[in-house]
């Protein structure tokens, strides 16, 4: 066990997520029973530009993910309200070039954000900064000292909550969806991951274990992992999901009905168009994990509803505030890093870091409070 939670601690990450726009009404409370994570609680205004205009550097993994674009959209959307701009560093997922390019950068920047391409560049990264005495607050992929310790304050998906929230919605709504919960045999079970990059895996294997555990009659030998990272050659992870879920699908006619898991929206357009491909609109469920392609995806494409049935759903702003906010705080008022974010410091830690699960929503704008998460204060007008 503490292995695994130490590997979580060490890869917490997410990718991917629309910051959509939109009033959907009044939001309801998100419950407060807490779990693995602190709440996320809205993080205040950062205030006003001040006198200057600031750059703040924006260290990106790899530009060409959905969700990474969609944080630096966030971040200049917040950088013209509070008075600076940022500046983008795309590191095309080359751990060399994003040390490079935080050198090249460091002496022109008043702080920063990042996205690691790799969880063990923290203690590099974590040195480089202390050493300039810039503020840093990372996003999504933690920066971490040699010790497995936080060394910067930054927000993060509570991956262990991402794939346990949208299991427990399955499981309550189990008939419901059209599934029968006292004969399995004719039923998989896939899920849509990367097997070699944690933080999307954890999600995968928690939907799982959550899932089974709630249904123990269901066969193990119905489980399929679409996993694309068995696709070397993909050009992205869209056609990876899409090319291993059609070989799962031509292999196993013996499947009559699908229940899919995709722990990040890239993942679910593959696979739907995989359902489509071999006409199982109809014997198909795809509950995913994200926002970024969702919402588009069910107001473009209305065809799919029928068997997207559900998202796990957050945004990039979400995360943004966050950053936002502690470098702000950094900056224009002068507060240490380990006097911002305050309300979520861990025990044992000297920096805060919040945690962001998110919200089950559906195609016609239904949604479910959870727990332990900031509901948004908007939904997209879908």
Known sequence: MKKRMLAILLCLAMVFVLAACGSKGDAPEAGGSGGEAPAATAPADSGGAGDEELQIAYFGGGMQATWLQNILKALTELGAEHGYKVINADAEWDGDKMLSQIDQLMDQVDGASIFLVDAGLG???????????????????????????????????????????????????????GFDPTDFSK????????????????????????????????????IFTCDVSADPNRPDDTEG?????????????????????ASVDDYAVG?????ESNDLQSKAKL???GGERAMPEWIDNPAVNEYWIAELYFNAMQYARYVDEAL??????????NEVLTDFIAPGEEYGVAFIAGDMVTP????????????????PGY
């Open 123 to 177: 203690p590099a990264v974590a040195e480089k900064f202390a050493a300039s005495g810039k503020p840093l607050a990372f996003e999504t992929m933690p920066v971490m000292d040699a010790d497995g310790k936080f060394a910067a304050p930054g927000v993060l998906s509570d991956v262990v909550a991402m794939g346990r929230i949208p299991a427990e919605w399955t499981i309550d709504k189990i008939e419901d969806i």
């Open 187 to 222: 039923v998989g079970l896939m899920l849509g991951t990367n097997g070699i990059f944690a933080p999307t895996d954890d999600r995968a294997q928690e939907y799982k274990r959550v899932f089974t555990e709630a249904f123990p009659n269901f066969p193990q030998e119905n």
């Open 241 to 261: 999901s899409y090319n291993m879920a059609m070989t799962i699908f031509t292999a196993n006619p013996q499947i009559d009905e699908w229940l899919v898991y």
């Open 271 to 275: 696979i739907a168009r995989a359902i």
């Open 287 to 289: 509950i995913s994990c």
């Open 328 to 337: 702000m705080q950094m900056i224009r008022e002068g507060k240490a890093p």
């Open 364 to 379: 016609n704008g239904e949604y479910d409070t959870v727990k332990y998460t900031d509901f948004p204060d908007y939904l």
